[in-house]
């Protein structure tokens, strides 16, 4: 290796977990940081908004994950900002770590397109405190929907409108559908058919953009059957706590979910490169920044071009790869000359619209309904970490196949708390 000091890893998703892997057998010391103490599966977070997994499930201790490795230390902190002069990690509770070779892998934010306020209002979905907050707004509704007594307000607190017709949404709408009408309905005697609604407002003109256009259709239809209210070409221009303004019609809701888009960690502001409109920073061929080459960006931090000419998308395979690809390089002590590009490995896409309804394109091949449903559970229990997630994750979808009765529909009050009146 052609630098001096422990290889430092921001970001302990995907891109940084497994670059800190690759690097097991490398005679290198590893400080990897991240501002929570797990990994997480972000594909199945929204089942933990739903309920339908708890979050043991989809999440891991990166201190245990690492525990076999003696050459990886693991720092609870949060990253402030990156010295490239004096090459060194600037944390908010401890010591800045100098590094000779660093890795930022930080991930990504929900974007609200400059309009930060509709936060409070409209929550994504790209942690596990989100999936929680999610998951306590979704099963409040219906216990709030249920105390009122006239019919409008009811229908506020059961009315969902999800934001942003990607992956993220039309998984959360086709969850939220399936679960509201057959796993909560049973338990609200007062609950009403008619006043349960989705509604899946896109600003395109097709869900699943990165989709064929023949599977949007599909996943469309699928979403329909289930009762769901599709919206496309619709723009979002304000959010408030009593709903929704989608195009020219104001739509009354206590429930508005943000899937729309993505921002890039505030962090890679302190590169001192340009930033694409997403915040991310473009990376050379090899993924490390221009002008200096033991310093790599990978995951959806990175703006990194493919061979067509555009750039490659924030897809967990994505980021699995390129870890992988910078520990090999730094491992090897590859000199920048003698680098081969990058080039990413696409094995397919894939979504989930509901119970044994999904699309999947795996390379030629376009696939949609339960045997796309059935590839997209066995791909995502594979990549699950350990025997005892994967069995737990497919006992519970077993059972929520067989019963429509998913098991984790706990409100947990905090001390002092007291339900709403």
Not at 371 to 384: G, N, P
Request: proline fraction near 6%; glycine fraction near 10%.
């Amino acid at each position: 290796m052609n630098v001096k000091g422990p290889v430092v890893i921001v970001g302990g998703g995907f891109g940084g977990l497994a670059a800190a892997h690759a690097l097991r057998k490398a005679q290198v010391e590893i400080i990897l940081i991240d501002r929570a103490n797990h990994h997480l599966f972000q594909p199945l977070l929204y089942q933990v908004a739903t309920a339908a997994l708890s979050p043991a499930d989809i999440a891991w201790p990166l201190r245990t994950l690492f525990r076999s490795q003696p050459n990886v230390r693991v720092v609870l902190d949060d990253v402030l900002k990156v010295d490239r002069v004096e090459r060194r990690v600037e944390l908010l509770h401890s010591e800045p770590i100098s590094y000779g070779c660093l890795i930022l892998a930080p991930g990504a934010r929900h974007s609200y397109f400059g309009h930060q306020e509709w936060e409070a209002d409209a929550p994504g979905l790209k942690t596990l405190s989100d999936a929680l907050d999610l998951r306590e707004r979704m099963l409040m509704a219906f216990e709030r929907a249920q105390r009122v007594k006239e019919p409008e307000a009811a229908r506020e607190y059961l009315t969902f409108v999800i934001v942003g017709g990607g992956p993220t949404g039309v998984e959360l709408a086709g969850a939220l559908a399936e679960i509201g009408r057959k796993a909560m309905a049973p338990d609200f005697p007062v609950f009403h058919q008619a006043e349960f609604r989705v509604l899946l407002i896109e600003g395109g003109g097709r869900i699943l953009d990165a989709f064929p256009p023949d599977l949007s259709r599909k996943a469309q239809t699928a979403l329909e059957k289930l009762g769901v209210t599709v919206m496309l070409n619709t723009r979002v221009s304000d959010v408030t706590a009593q709903g929704v303004l989608a195009g020219s019609r104001f739509i009354r809701s206590a429930n508005v979910l943000w899937a729309a888009g993505n921002a890039a960690s505030p962090i890679l502001a302190s590169l001192d490169e340009p930033l694409e409109a997403a915040g991310r920073v473009r990376v050379e061929q090899d993924l490390s920044l221009p002008g200096d080459p033991w310093l790599f960006v990978i995951g959806d931090a990175a703006h990194c071009v493919t061979a067509g000419g555009g750039p490659l998308p924030g897809l967990a395979p994505v980021a699995i790869q390129e870890g992988r690809y910078v520990a090999k390089v730094i491992a090897q002590g590859i000199p920048t000359g003698e680098r081969q590009p990058f080039v990413y490995k696409d094995r397919g896409i894939l979504a989930t619209i509901g119970r044994a309804k999904a699309v999947a394109l795996l390379g030629p091949f376009s696939l949609s309904g339960l045997v796309a449903w059935l590839a997209w559970c066995f791909i995502h229990v594979l990549f699950l970490i350990g025997f005892r997630n994967r069995f737990r994750v497919m006992f519970e979808w077993i059972w929520y196949y067989v019963t429509f009765k998913p098991g984790a529909r706990l409100i947990y009050w905090k001390s002092g708390d007291k339900p709403e009146r």
